[in-house]
């Protein structure tokens, strides 16, 4: 399953950087871009835990930039 999600408050490119290598080492993650440029998430992931592994991506988002939400 892919999904695209709209991200708010990312403040940089290198912050964007080290949330898709984050999101792209969760379990079940087939791929992922977090793109500074378009403040967009997409995220390619087992569909069956899609839903599980879209709470941990958000969690390593605030992990790595505390401002930055994800527009559900």
Do not use: W, Y
């Amino acid at each position: 399953m892919k999904k695209k999600f709209k991200l708010h408050d990312l403040d940089c490119a290198n912050c964007a950087a080290k949330m898709e290598t984050a999101i792209k080492k969760i379990d079940g993650v087939t791929d992922a871009t977090v793109s500074f440029m378009t403040q967009r998430l997409t995220l390619e992931a087992d569909e069956a835990r899609f839903d599980d592994i879209l709470k941990e991506a958000v969690r390593v988002c605030k992990k790595v930039e505390p401002d930055c939400t994800i527009e559900l």
